[in-house]
Structure formats: C-alpha cells, structure tokens
C-alpha cells in the first residue's frame, strides 16, 4: 500500500511541476503586456488562483489563497489596472494553440445567451436565446475553441451586437457599445 501512495504523490508532484512550468513560459510570454511589476504579478496570482482547487473562485477566495489581507489588488487588476487585455487573449490563444496542437484539430464555434434584467447592457436585446427557450432580453457572446486529442482551449469570443443596438446612437454610449454602424441588411 505505502508503494502505491508513494507513486501516486511522485505523479502528483511531476504533474504540478510540469503545470508550474507550463503557467511560467505563459506568463513570460504576456509580460510585456503589463507596464507595471505589480499588474504583473497580480496576473500571476489571479490566474494561479484560477486553477486552484478552492470552494469558490472569486477576488476574496484567490487573494487569501494568494496571502493578501483582501481582494483590493485582484479587484484593481480586473477594473482599472492598465494592460493591454486583448494582446493577452492573442498571445495566450496562440500559446495553448500550440501546445495543443497534433495535427488533427477542429475549431468549435459557440453562441450562448444570457438572459438580463435590463436593456442597458452592452449588446442587451430582445433576441433568441437557446438557453431560454425563446425570445427574450439577453446578450449573446460567440466563443471560438480549439479543439485536439491534447485537449481545448478558449481562443476567440465576441459579443454579438445586434443591429437595433448598434443603430440607437442615443443609448450606444450609455450601454457601452463600440461605435459601430449597422450593416446595410440589419
């Protein structure tokens, strides 16, 4: 018995280590993203956070794991920290796309809909939703996943705007809509 425990906390330990290097070649590689030392090290800690096996995954729960007196930090990263969020999606996708890769991926494609309360979210209308069974006030976000015997990973999303949104120059700025004219057909 004691031979099997001491495989399965070898295993354990070379699986952690190579997790350990894996989430260090990534964060060597956005590092450029973030102009101050310490939004980068906030990154590192949210994200190891993320991958902890904790009750609740929220700034409370990671900061305390991460030894922070309260969230304010992670807080801070996620609302107004400067860094160029969408150069880290496009390094990131490129990153897991690559470990990934066995020659024989698939790209899925994901439309899934969130009903709200109010129209005042960006991209918020009445609008089909799959999820609740009809027509209803929701946003819509399309996620983009590649696909491998390797594994997945999320490396695209967007949130559809439909033209309605789009086309009411009145309350684009108050939803926080992008300046985006509609299309011809919409």
Same mark, same amino acid.
């Given at each position: 018995?004691?031979?099997?425990?001491?495989?399965?906390?070898?295993?354990? /330990?070379?699986?952690?280590?190579?997790? =350990?290097?894996?989430?260090?070649?990534?964060?060597?590689?956005?590092?450029?993203?973030?102009?101050?030392?310490? /939004?980068?090290? +906030?990154?590192?800690?949210?994200? &190891?956070?993320?991958?902890?096996?904790?009750?609740?995954?929220?700034?409370? #729960?990671?900061? !305390?794991?991460? $030894? @922070?007196?309260?969230?304010?930090?992670?807080? @801070?990263?996620? =609302?107004?920290? *400067?860094?160029?969020?969408?150069? *880290?999606?496009?390094?990131?996708?490129?990153?897991?796309?690559? @470990?990934?890769?066995?020659?024989?991926? *698939?790209?899925?494609?994901?439309? /899934?809909?969130?009903?709200? &309360?109010?129209?005042?979210?960006? $991209?918020?209308?009445?609008? %089909?939703?799959? #999820?609740?069974?009809?027509?209803?006030? +929701?946003?819509?976000?399309? #996620?983009?996943? %590649?696909? /491998?015997?390797?594994?997945?990973?999320?490396?695209?999303?967007?949130? %559809?705007?439909?033209?309605?949104?789009?086309?009411? !120059?009145? @309350?684009?700025?108050?939803?926080?809509?992008?300046?985006?004219?509609?299309?011809?057909?919409?």
């Amino acid at each position: 018995m004691r031979h099997d425990q001491d495989a399965a906390v070898a295993a354990a /330990t070379v699986a952690d280590d190579a997790r =350990s290097a894996l989430l260090a070649d990534l964060l060597g590689r956005v590092a450029g993203c973030f102009p101050r030392r310490e /939004t980068r090290q +906030c990154c590192g800690q949210m994200v &190891s956070g993320l991958l902890m096996e904790l009750d609740d995954h929220n700034c409370w #729960t990671i900061a !305390e794991a991460a $030894g @922070h007196r309260g969230p304010h930090r992670l807080q @801070h990263l996620l =609302s107004r920290a *400067v860094w160029d969020d969408q150069q *880290v999606l496009d390094i990131a996708a490129a990153w897991a796309a690559g @470990h990934l890769d066995d020659g024989d991926a *698939v790209l899925i494609v994901d439309e /899934t809909a969130d009903e709200k &309360s109010s129209a005042d979210c960006a $991209g918020a209308a009445r609008q %089909y939703s799959g #999820t609740a069974g009809g027509v209803a006030l +929701c946003q819509v976000a399309v #996620t983009l996943a %590649y696909a /491998t015997g390797r594994g997945h990973a999320l490396i695209g999303r967007a949130l %559809y705007l439909p033209g309605g949104c789009a086309a009411d !120059e009145e @309350h684009r700025p108050r939803r926080q809509h992008p300046d985006r004219k509609p299309a011809p057909d919409e």
